[in-house]
C-alpha cells in the first residue's frame, strides 16, 4: 500500500502561482510514475503532468510552458511549481503514483484562481 499526502493548493489570483507537494509513504519497492491530475466541476480528471522514476515527463498541452513537475525519488516526493495561473485552472489536483500495476490517489487538494 502507497499513502499519498498532498500540501499546498489554495487560492491565487491570475498570473499567480502556486506549488503542490505530494509525499508518497508505506511500503513499496519503487514508484515508476508520480504526477498529478486534476478535476473541474462537470468535468472528467485529466493529466496534469506526471514524472517516471528515470526522469521523463510528460505535461498536458494546456499546462506546457507554465507547470513544471519535479520528483525527489529519495524522498519519494513530487512537486508541481504553477506559475502564470488562470481561471481555467481552478479544480480539484490529485497526486498519484503508480507502483508496479496498482495506482494510488492523495486526497486532492483545491486550487483556484480568481480573474
Known amino acids: 500500500q502507497v499513502q499519498l499526502v498532498e500540501s499546498g493548493g489554495g487560492l491565487a489570483q491570475a498570473g499567480g502561482s502556486l506549488r503542490l507537494s505530494c509525499a508518497a509513504s508505506g511500503i513499496f519497492s519503487m514508484i515508476y510514475s508520480m504526477g498529478w491530475y486534476r478535476q473541474a466541476p462537470g468535468k472528467q480528471r485529466e493529466l496534469v503532468a506526471a514524472?517516471?522514476?528515470?526522469?521523463?515527463?510528460n505535461y498536458a498541452d494546456s499546462v506546457k510552458g507554465r507547470f513544471t513537475i519535479s520528483r525527489d525519488n529519495g524522498k519519494n516526493t513530487v512537486y508541481l511549481q504553477m506559475n502564470s495561473l488562470k481561471p481555467e485552472d481552478t479544480a480539484v489536483y490529485y497526486c498519484?503514483?503508480?507502483?508496479?500495476?496498482?495506482?494510488?490517489w492523495g486526497q486532492g487538494t483545491q486550487v483556484t484562481v480568481s480573474s
Open positions: 498519484n503514483a503508480q507502483v508496479n500495476i496498482l495506482n494510488f
Open positions: 514524472a517516471t522514476s528515470g526522469g521523463s515527463t
